[in-house]
């Protein structure tokens, strides 16, 4: 694991290179590298058992509602 300071940027190489071509969707940042168990953890119970703020009826739920 690299440790990393300064911007960062999603969907491509800190170098700015190998541009992800897609959407991305759920981004979460987390301040400090997770375990086996942990990564595990979350896609059983997904992000919002880690959420500081309970997401319902924010927006990113209620846009998830209008694309449907």
Sequence with gaps: MEDSEGSY???CH???TNFW???IDEVV???KALS???IKELMTSG???VLAVQPKGKLALRWGDIKR
């Design 14 to 16: 800190k170098d700015l």
């Design 47 to 49: 992000v919002t058992s």
């Design 21 to 23: 071509d897609g959407i």
């Design 9 to 11: 940027f999603i969907g």
């Design 36 to 38: 086996e168990d942990e």
């Design 29 to 31: 940042l987390f301040n």
